[in-house]
């Protein structure tokens, strides 16, 4: 971003990325899909958590070391691979991403209502011009940092209660994450969970956040490794923390709320205070993916034409509002997000299959040697990611 080079020191840049790719996961979706799949699998949730991370360790380092030693965005990668590509996922991205935002607008101004008991309409347009706010300052890109990096804190610190709260039986889920009762009825959800923790613009959003820092390049390797490994790390405790949480109600016998499940979880084993937290935890949830979506779509964006490049920021707050008029309008847009989702997974495999591609060329990423084992399961990654693209793709047909 354009008035975010660095004046601040590459730590700050580093964790910046971290924070922006793991809280663009965690939205109002990631808190309803773990608290319903903790409610279906129980203990045996723990098994898919844990292979979720592993994929998201393959996905994520693939492409953040590509897109570090190259110092080129994902469609620029694209376009490299093969011409035109990259304009084709610059789109669709973006379009996932507005759908995504519309929804993650909505989610904030229910955290909203949660807390104080505002009225939704009112809390869309509250949080709209929140997250749009960010982009006015000559220092957007560090102030992005703060932003996602305070909130994330705080949903981990409040999660943390709640789950103390609840006092699930860890013990059986350290067990059941190793040894599940039945695996193969965990198939879908590990599937739909790798979808919503690396799909579309997710895992793109710190490695683009890097080249706007200024960090590129082999000599910046371990630092952007080691950026990637902690965002996966922060989204993965948020996860954990919400199933350990969530486990400690329904293992006691309570049946969740279907319409809230999350929700329901919070207030029955935390009382009022542990609804009011949950109204936090979404708030923090959903604005920190509006910013994140926002801006890792325009950046997407940049390169179809030099005047998004030019006035990136007024896109970025363009892509806001449109979301926020789109949900104060619409409401619930909830077959716009079922198809955001879908076009998410299909969008996963075509991405990281271009970064594996330019992992091996050298008019790409130069004298970079990219590890074989990385490269291995990135393709065993592509490969599941490719199935449950297509399977989302004909349900929704």
């Given at each position: 971003m354009k008035g975010s080079k660095p004046k601040f020191n590459n730590t700050s840049v580093l964790i910046g990325a971290a924070f922006i790719m793991a809280t663009?996961?965690?939205?109002?979706?990631?808190?309803?899909?773990?608290?319903?799949?903790?409610?279906?699998?129980?203990?045996?949730?723990?098994?898919?958590?844990?292979?979720?991370?592993?994929?998201?360790?393959?996905?994520?380092?693939?492409?953040?070391?590509?897109?570090?030693?190259?110092?080129?965005?994902?469609?620029?990668?694209?376009?490299?691979?093969?011409?035109?590509?990259?304009?084709?996922?610059?789109?669709?991205?973006?379009?996932?991403?507005?759908?995504?935002?519309?929804?993650n607008v909505g989610g904030a101004a229910l955290g909203l209502n949660v807390i104080f008991g505002l009225d939704v309409k009112y809390g869309i347009i509250i949080c709209g011009i929140i997250a749009s706010m960010i982009f006015l300052s000559k220092e957007a890109g560090s102030l992005v940092d703060k932003f996602t990096q305070i909130l994330g804190v705080l949903m981990i610190v409040i999660v943390t209660y709640v789950a103390i709260k609840t006092q699930p039986p860890v013990g059986e889920a350290l067990i059941r994450s190793v040894a599940p009762e039945n695996p193969k009825l965990l198939l879908f959800p590990i599937i739909t969970l790798l979808g919503g923790t690396v799909g579309g613009y997710i895992t793109f959003s710190g490695g683009h956040r890097l080249i706007d820092g200024g960090i590129t390049g082999i000599k910046n390797l371990k630092e952007i490794t080691k950026s990637a490994v902690l965002g996966i790390v922060i989204a993965s405790i948020m996860r954990i923390l919400v199933f350990l949480a969530v486990l400690g109600v329904v293992s006691k016998g309570i049946a969740l709320d279907p319409s809230n499940p999350?929700?329901?979880?919070?207030?029955?084993?935390?009382?009022?205070?542990?609804?009011?937290?949950?109204?936090?935890?979404?708030?923090?949830?959903?604005?920190?993916?509006?910013?994140?979506?926002?801006?890792?779509?325009?950046?997407?964006?940049?390169?179809?034409?030099?005047?998004?490049?030019?006035?990136?920021?007024?896109?970025?707050?363009?892509?806001?509002?449109f979301s926020t008029i789109t949900m104060a309008i619409i409401g619930q847009p909830v077959k716009l997000l079922v198809l955001a989702g879908s076009l998410n997974g299909l969008i996963l495999p075509i991405t990281v299959g271009a970064i594996l591609i330019a992992s091996k060329r050298k008019d790409i990423v130069g004298e970079y040697e990219h590890p074989t084992w990385l490269l291995l399961f990135g393709i065993l990654i592509v490969i599941i990611a490719g199935y449950a693209g297509v399977m989302s793709l004909s349900n929704i047909f």
């Amino acid at each position: 971003m354009k008035g975010s080079k660095p004046k601040f020191n590459n730590t700050s840049v580093l964790i910046g990325a971290a924070f922006i790719m793991a809280t663009s996961a965690i939205g109002p979706g990631f808190l309803t899909q773990t608290a319903q799949f903790t409610e279906q699998f129980a203990a045996n949730f723990a098994f898919v958590i844990l292979i979720s991370i592993i994929f998201n360790v393959g996905a994520q380092v693939n492409v953040w070391r590509v897109i570090g030693v190259s110092g080129m965005r994902g469609q620029d990668i694209a376009n490299k691979v093969l011409p035109g590509l990259g304009y084709f996922i610059a789109i669709i991205v973006a379009l996932g991403g507005l759908a995504f935002n519309i929804g993650n607008v909505g989610g904030a101004a229910l955290g909203l209502n949660v807390i104080f008991g505002l009225d939704v309409k009112y809390g869309i347009i509250i949080c709209g011009i929140i997250a749009s706010m960010i982009f006015l300052s000559k220092e957007a890109g560090s102030l992005v940092d703060k932003f996602t990096q305070i909130l994330g804190v705080l949903m981990i610190v409040i999660v943390t209660y709640v789950a103390i709260k609840t006092q699930p039986p860890v013990g059986e889920a350290l067990i059941r994450s190793v040894a599940p009762e039945n695996p193969k009825l965990l198939l879908f959800p590990i599937i739909t969970l790798l979808g919503g923790t690396v799909g579309g613009y997710i895992t793109f959003s710190g490695g683009h956040r890097l080249i706007d820092g200024g960090i590129t390049g082999i000599k910046n390797l371990k630092e952007i490794t080691k950026s990637a490994v902690l965002g996966i790390v922060i989204a993965s405790i948020m996860r954990i923390l919400v199933f350990l949480a969530v486990l400690g109600v329904v293992s006691k016998g309570i049946a969740l709320d279907p319409s809230n499940p999350a929700a329901s979880a919070f207030k029955s084993g935390a009382g009022m205070i542990g609804y009011k937290f949950f109204g936090v935890v979404l708030l923090a949830a959903s604005i920190t993916s509006v910013v994140g979506a926002a801006y890792t779509s325009v950046s997407f964006l940049k390169t179809l034409h030099p005047f998004i490049e030019k006035y990136e920021k007024h896109f970025i707050m363009g892509f806001i509002i449109f979301s926020t008029i789109t949900m104060a309008i619409i409401g619930q847009p909830v077959k716009l997000l079922v198809l955001a989702g879908s076009l998410n997974g299909l969008i996963l495999p075509i991405t990281v299959g271009a970064i594996l591609i330019a992992s091996k060329r050298k008019d790409i990423v130069g004298e970079y040697e990219h590890p074989t084992w990385l490269l291995l399961f990135g393709i065993l990654i592509v490969i599941i990611a490719g199935y449950a693209g297509v399977m989302s793709l004909s349900n929704i047909f």
